[in-house]
């Protein structure tokens, strides 16, 4: 079973940039797909990219051309770089693995990944 830690979440400026980590324990990493959700207050969790085994990769439209996610599997590890941040992306961001559909890249809901991080908090002011 995989287990997710996050790192790499602040306090940064609106049009600054910040890069998540989600480092993995455990054998399935290679075979799960990845995928980065963030939760607001007050606000659902939403999806924000997906990573599939082979490396390619989804991303929600209000974060389209902004952020970038990636693998490294040698390193267990999954990044979301973030450019670009606006205010309206401070929330608390999630990692999260799908370990029954890792070549599968529609996945958006939360109910299709089965193993969670704690969540690092990314704050943007304006």
């Known amino acids: 079973q995989v287990q997710l830690v996050e790192s790499g979440g602040g306090l940064v400026q609106a049009g600054g940039s910040l890069r998540l980590s989600c480092a993995a324990s455990g054998r399935t990493f290679g075979s799960s797909a990845m995928g980065w959700f963030r939760q607001a207050p007050g606000k659902e969790r939403e999806f924000v990219a997906r990573?599939?085994?082979?490396?390619?990769?989804y991303y929600g439209d209000s974060v389209k051309g902004r952020f970038t996610i990636s693998r490294d599997n040698g390193k267990n590890t999954v990044y979301l770089q973030m450019n670009s941040l606006k205010p309206e992306d401070t929330a608390v961001y999630y990692c999260?693995?799908?370990?029954?559909?890792?070549?599968?890249?529609?996945?958006?809901?939360?109910?299709?990944?089965?193993?969670w991080g704690q969540g690092t908090q990314v704050t943007v002011s304006s």
């Open positions: 999260a693995a799908d370990q029954r559909y890792g070549g599968y890249l529609y996945k958006t809901d939360a109910g299709d990944y089965d193993r």
């Open positions: 990573v599939r085994t082979d490396r390619v990769t």
